[in-house]
């Protein structure tokens, strides 16, 4: 049966790859998911553009593990060679815009679901959720199923790891800071230029430390990644409007990032955009992953932001790819990566949940 599900897998993800799903127009993809699930007769429900189902005898009285990956893409970068739209495969790999981020750990998941669907007296609920709006961070995504669901215990988020367990990932804080100044003619004396003044200030920024880091994650990382100021050439400014991407590590909660910054970065303003993309973690003691650890997975923590963000319950990111291949051009997977991912995830929850 699991080197059906394997081929069958193979199928879907290529029919994924050739099917536009951008964040937000993920319905085309929805239904060949729904197909899949109608051809296993597995009972399932779709919600927007998320397509959801828990396992033939979900069990009120017993915890709930999730399993979870995104079927939403970016849009394809400029560099590409080859048609991001067509599923090639070449010398092992799979090419596809989506086949790494995250087609190849979403229909994994799905193949581990319909292998464990029918099976009683599991240990754990088995809820699966192929989630839309991941790479947006969009309302009608993971988040917005948590009120539908059943009640979730435990996670594992498929995203591309190598097969080795995130088991922390960094949170995410973007802020829109302002410096001001004096606006003016530029052919006037002004000694409080909002450009110049911005210097300092970006240096402090370059400069600045959080004091708590974390054994999984390290430091907190703080970027500036946008400046803008000025309209035209004989114009001082008012102001320098800055963005500052701070990915927060497990020793503080995105509350207290922002109370930090506002408190202490010399700006006139400092604006958190949102504080819901907390970081996540599971404790190393828990059955997943020590499961794992069994089977010979690394540990580590993770530095991109997933679907995890959107959970309060402990959370394992895991899945076959490679995060450095994701948003690249001519994106790919190996064929063998899904192959091993399938029958890694089937027996680690063979460890777990049977």
């Given at each position: 049966?699991?080197?059906q599900?394997?081929?069958?897998?193979?199928?879907?993800?290529?029919?994924?790859?050739e099917?536009q799903?951008?964040?937000?127009?993920?319905?085309?993809?929805?239904?060949?998911?729904?197909?899949?699930?109608?051809?296993?007769k597995?009972?399932?429900?779709?919600?927007?553009?998320?397509?959801?189902?828990t396992?033939?005898?979900?069990?009120?009285?017993?915890?709930?593990?999730?399993?979870?990956?995104?079927?939403?893409?970016?849009?394809?970068?400029?560099?590409y060679?080859?048609d991001?739209?067509?599923?090639?495969?070449?010398?092992?790999k799979?090419?596809?815009?989506?086949s790494n981020?995250?087609?190849?750990?979403?229909?994994s998941?799905?193949?581990?679901?319909?292998?464990?669907?029918?099976?009683?007296?599991l240990?754990y609920?088995?809820?699966?959720?192929?989630?839309?709006?991941e790479?947006?961070?969009?309302?009608n995504g993971?988040?917005?199923?948590?009120?539908?669901?059943?009640?979730?215990?435990?996670?594992?988020?498929?995203?591309p790891?190598?097969?080795?367990?995130?088991?922390a990932?960094?949170?995410?804080?973007?802020?829109?800071?302002?410096?001001?100044?004096?606006?003016s003619h530029?052919?006037?004396?002004?000694?409080?230029?909002?450009?110049?003044n911005?210097?300092?200030i970006?240096?402090?920024?370059?400069?600045?430390?959080?004091k708590?880091?974390?054994?999984?994650?390290?430091?907190?990382?703080?970027?500036?990644t946008?400046?803008?100021?000025g309209?035209?050439?004989?114009?001082?400014?008012?102001?320098?409007?800055?963005?500052?991407?701070?990915?927060?590590?497990?020793?503080y909660?995105?509350?207290?990032?922002?109370e930090?910054?506002?408190?202490?970065?010399?700006?006139?303003?400092?604006?958190?955009?949102s504080?819901?993309?907390?970081?996540?973690?599971?404790?190393?003691?828990?059955?997943?992953?020590k499961?794992?650890?069994?089977?010979?997975?690394?540990?580590?923590?993770?530095?991109?932001?997933?679907?995890?963000?959107?959970?309060?319950?402990?959370?394992?990111?895991?899945?076959?790819?490679?995060?450095?291949?994701?948003?690249?051009?001519?994106?790919?997977?190996?064929?063998?990566?899904?192959?091993?991912?399938?029958?890694?995830?089937?027996?680690?929850?063979?460890?777990?949940?049977?």
């Amino acid at each position: 049966m699991i080197q059906q599900l394997t081929n069958e897998a193979l199928e879907l993800l290529k029919k994924l790859i050739e099917t536009q799903s951008f964040s937000s127009e993920e319905d085309q993809t929805a239904m060949h998911i729904e197909n899949w699930f109608k051809n296993y007769k597995i009972d399932y429900k779709r919600t927007k553009n998320n397509v959801w189902a828990t396992n033939k005898f979900f069990d009120k009285s017993k915890p709930t593990l999730l399993l979870n990956s995104h079927h939403d893409t970016v849009k394809p970068n400029s560099a590409y060679t080859k048609d991001p739209f067509k599923a090639i495969v070449e010398d092992g790999k799979l090419y596809g815009l989506g086949s790494n981020d995250a087609g190849g750990c979403l229909v994994s998941l799905i193949a581990t679901f319909t292998y464990f669907y029918n099976q009683k007296n599991l240990k754990y609920n088995l809820v699966i959720v192929a989630s839309a709006e991941e790479e947006s961070s969009g309302p009608n995504g993971l988040n917005s199923m948590l009120a539908v669901i059943p009640k979730v215990d435990v996670a594992i988020v498929g995203e591309p790891t190598l097969m080795n367990l995130a088991v922390a990932e960094k949170g995410l804080v973007v802020f829109d800071a302002v410096v001001e100044g004096t606006p003016s003619h530029a052919a006037h004396p002004n000694d409080n230029n909002a450009i110049y003044n911005s210097i300092e200030i970006l240096k402090w920024f370059k400069d600045f430390k959080f004091k708590k880091g974390s054994e999984a994650l390290g430091d907190v990382k703080l970027t500036v990644t946008q400046i803008n100021a000025g309209s035209q050439h004989n114009v001082v400014p008012a102001d320098v409007k800055l963005v500052i991407d701070v990915r927060v590590n497990d020793a503080y909660t995105n509350s207290e990032i922002a109370e930090i910054l506002q408190k202490e970065a010399p700006c006139t303003s400092m604006t958190p955009r949102s504080l819901r993309l907390n970081s996540s973690s599971i404790p190393v003691n828990h059955d997943l992953v020590k499961a794992g650890i069994a089977m010979g997975r690394s540990t580590y923590g993770s530095p991109t932001l997933s679907d995890q963000a959107a959970l309060s319950c402990p959370s394992l990111k895991l899945g076959p790819g490679d995060s450095t291949r994701s948003h690249s051009a001519d994106e790919f997977i190996y064929i063998n990566e899904i192959e091993e991912g399938i029958k890694i995830y089937i027996e680690l929850l063979n460890r777990v949940i049977v």
